[in-house]
């Protein structure tokens, strides 16, 4: 036999053959022994469909959108493609990841939905689906770094999976909420094939074409919930996708979402793009380009408000695609979450979610893949209900960047939570107790007095080696004020989530984790001079030395290794080097000649009246400040620890959906209150306008206590991304019962808000709480729910 037989050479289910030789397969292959799933409805299900189709029960052609060609093919060329296609030669090969995924049982679990194909298509006599590997060339991705697993020197490297279709007649006319015999009527009108007037027959092959399945990384992954997908169910669009069109975002769309898929699976994931042949909405190409002669050449121009009309004047509907049919081959592969999708339309995603599979985060097409052209496109389809989370960024600067929008919004997903209206999360109030004992005693163990300092950064410092260092700086106090708010701002924004693995080592040998060891380390570093580019003076922080900082500068600092690997290290030097384009783009906050951090000392004293300055002044600094530090999205918009979630949605106001935390800008702000007291006991006012934060801590510590329920517990077992809508609602949920539990505590101490304010909950309590907590419930002290860090969030 040939020698790659032992490796899936035809499948498991064939006999290895002499070349040239052609034979019939067997008909029982070994996979439909193991395969499950539910019945799809009247007892005729996805089984029904494959036995049907081995047997040559049913309506429509063998050979679909390309049926008649072969018809004539085969009279020419004197064969009967009908039982040709039925064998296989020796050189045939199932791709090994979709085989071993669609034989997985656990697969098979989610078959029970499918209504639109035979997914034992792969063993079929004959077959209708196949896969194979392929290298894409494109010229949009040649950025793409090369990894020489995903990118390589010859290509992107996908697995391709041809689908074709088989209807299971008394199943789809239930999903297309019609009556069987409506459905057969409405087909039989546009084929005249006899055989769907045939209530014994129950399966239909249709003359349209099929899907194809492009994945990135190993399909067999998808088998394990912790790893991340991206997805993209996209519509053929000849015009755009092959030749370039700008009069729609396809192309652009389908780009954005192969790079996003790609960078998914060099990130250990797997991105699966499905291509749909529906040209046109499934209208067709002639109608498609009738109506954009009716848009173009109307009075006015293209516009939004009559995109839909032309379409529904001239083809009588504004779309055949039916988009409920789409999702049955993410069934097949048994994808039950989608951690990316990148699809703004409505219809798609109520598809995919009714489907079962657990949207984590919609992802918009970025503004700059957007051409004027492409406009009346996207406005129309906006304003017709498609997903869209892009903001003026003067309006989420006015709108978003208040503090106040972080409560208002926050608000609305706890009352949602009231009425049982989350997706993830169930709060149970009378759990509070356990939340509120737990942080009393984190409290009263580190602060018996009940004199809780400031929640600030510089807790994490020795207190006698920083009063060590301020004195030992021969200047005024106010550089003394600027050098350490240099350290403070370099120290906060390195203090992301540093994972379980990580430690550093002190100069007299001490072991320091998380946090403590993170602030040690930029301690570190800032003596060392690594922030500074004056070699005179390495206590300072400017900007021409944060824009030279690379992850390999930072590794040494953190003492990052194979064996000491730190989370997001790239993401940590990406932000140091923002910080340093920002701090240039600010001079009113950050200096002209030298800048750097500190400056703002400058800025406040200019604004401060009798030793206190307004919040808002500091809030205005580092939020307008630096803004641009913070990273892109995967859509593109820069706005920083802002997320979408779809239940806040209010028709017609833009932005409804979204939730700030601003979470480490507040971390900083809190830490830079606290330098300013410390350095020039300049006060600052208004303090109750923060909210508690919400990270991993003060949100475990509900998880922890049972306050904050998962509705599904296998979450706890799984990785998410920072801006799925699960991650969303904890964090949301966390700023509210943070203030809730603060006034639980008060009542308990007998203290008021003015003695017990939230910044001393936080430092006394809630944070050290969460981790002792933590601590108790999983030995390595690790967060309820793992979420993958990037760095520039938690």
Same mark, same amino acid.
């Given at each position: ?8 050479? *035809? ?103 499918? #209504? ?147 960078? *998914? ?24 380009? @009738? ?71 919609? #992802? ?38 208040? /503090? ?38 984190? /409290? ?122 730190? #989370? ?7 932000? /140091? ?17 030298? *800048? ?7 800025? /406040? ?16 600094? *580092? ?122 505590? @008060? ?48």
């Amino acid at each position: 036999p040939p020698a790659h037989a032992e490796v899936g050479a *035809c499948g498991s289910c064939n006999t290895p053959r002499r070349r040239g030789q052609r034979r019939f397969l067997p008909r029982q292959c070994a996979s439909v022994q193991h395969a499950t799933g539910a019945p799809t409805t009247g007892g005729y299900n996805w089984q029904g469909v494959h036995a049907d189709l081995e047997a040559g029960m049913h309506a429509g052609s063998y050979g679909w959108d390309n049926a008649a060609y072969w018809g004539i093919s085969e009279l020419k060329a004197g064969i009967d493609l009908k039982e040709w296609y039925k064998t296989r030669t020796d050189a045939e090969f199932y791709l090994p990841e979709f085989k071993e995924l669609i034989d997985n049982p656990e697969t098979q679990k989610d078959w029970g939905n499918i #209504v639109t194909f035979d997914p034992l298509g792969m063993y079929a006599h004959p077959p209708t689906i196949s896969a194979c590997k392929a290298h894409l060339d494109i010229v949009e991705l040649y950025d793409l770094e090369k990894d020489g697993e995903i990118v390589t020197d010859v290509g992107i490297v996908t697995s391709k999976c041809a689908v074709y279709y088989a209807w299971n007649l008394p199943s789809l006319a239930v999903r297309l909420d019609l009556s069987e015999e409506e459905l057969r009527s409405a087909l039989y009108k546009y084929s005249h094939d006899d055989r769907l007037l045939d209530p014994k027959v129950k399966t239909y092959i249709p003359a349209v074409g099929g899907c194809t399945v492009y994945t990135f990384g190993d399909a067999r992954k998808l088998r394990d919930p912790r790893t991340e997908t991206v997805v993209r169910v996209h519509d053929e669009c000849i015009g755009s996708d092959v030749f370039g069109s700008d009069i729609c975002s396809c192309r652009p769309y389908l780009i954005f979402a192969l790079r996003q898929a790609v960078e *998914c699976a060099q990130r250990g994931g797997v991105g699966v793009v499905v291509y749909f042949r529906k040209e046109g909405r499934s209208l067709g190409e002639v109608i498609k380009f @009738r109506v954009y002669n009716a848009r173009i050449n109307q009075a006015g121009g293209d516009r939004a408000d009559t995109y839909f009309h032309h379409t529904e004047s001239i083809a009588g509907i504004r779309d055949a695609r039916f988009q409920t049919m789409m999702p049955d081959v993410l069934n097949w592969m048994g994808i039950r979450r989608i951690d990316w999708l990148c699809s703004m339309s409505n219809e798609k995603y109520e598809a995919i979610t009714g489907a079962g599979i657990q949207v984590m985060q919609r #992802v918009d097409l970025p503004e700059d893949y957007i051409k004027a052209s492409m406009r009346v496109e996207l406005d129309a389809k906006i304003a017709s209900g498609y997903h869209s989370d892009t903001l003026d960024k003067d309006q989420v600067a006015s709108e978003l960047m208040q /503090l106040a929008a972080i409560r208002h919004q926050c608000g609305r997903i706890y009352d949602l939570a009231k009425g049982g209206n989350l997706g993830f999360f169930i709060v149970d109030e009378t759990k509070m107790s356990l939340a509120v004992d737990a942080t009393e005693a984190a /409290l009263r163990k580190r602060y018996p007095s009940l004199k809780v300092p400031m929640h600030s950064r510089l807790r994490h410092f020795e207190q006698a080696d920083l009063a060590k260092l301020m004195s030992g700086w021969k200047c005024d106090q106010t550089e003394k004020a600027r050098r350490l708010i240099d350290l403070v701002v370099i120290s906060v924004l390195l203090d992301a989530g540093a994972g379980q693995n990580w430690q550093y080592i002190t100069a007299d040998g001490s072991s320091l984790r998380a946090s403590e060891g993170l602030a040690r380390a930029s301690l570190d570093m800032f003596l060392d001079g690594t922030f500074s580019s004056d070699a005179a003076i390495k206590t300072r922080v400017n900007s021409l030395a944060l824009q030279q900082v690379t992850e390999a500068s930072l590794a040494r600092g953190f003492q990052v290794s194979s064996a000491n690997p730190l #989370v997001g290290l790239s993401g940590r030097a990406r932000l /140091l080097r923002s910080l340093g384009e920002a701090l240039e783009q600010s001079p009113q906050y950050f200096g002209d000649e030298l *800048c750097r951090p500190g400056n703002m000392v400058d800025y /406040l004293l200019s604004h401060a009246e009798g030793g206190k300055i307004g919040l808002e002044h500091l809030w205005r600094a *580092c939020s307008e400040g630096l803004y641009s530090i913070w990273p892109l999205q995967p859509n593109g918009i820069l706005r920083g620890d802002i997320w979408a979630h779809s239940k806040l949605q209010v028709s017609g106001k833009p932005g409804s959906d979204l939730v700030p935390f601003h979470k480490l800008t507040q971390w900083l702000i809190y830490s830079v209150i606290d330098a300013l007291d410390v350095s020039l006991a300049l006060k600052v006012t208004g303090l109750e306008m923060l909210t508690g934060l919400p990270e991993y801590r003060n949100g475990g510590l509900f998880i922890d206590s049972g306050v904050l329920l998962l509705k599904d517990p296998s979450w706890l077992s799984q990785e998410v991304n920072v801006g799925t809508e699960l991650v969303v609602e904890w964090r949301a949920l966390t700023v509210v019962l943070l203030e809730k539990l603060a006034e639980e505590l @008060r009542k308990k101490l007998q203290m008021g808000q003015q003695d017990l304010p939230m910044t001393a909950v936080l430092e006394g309590g809630t944070w050290h709480a969460g981790r002792e907590v933590a601590k108790s419930q999983r030995g390595d002290g690790s967060p309820p729910i793992r979420i993958r860090l990037d760095g520039t969030v938690f």
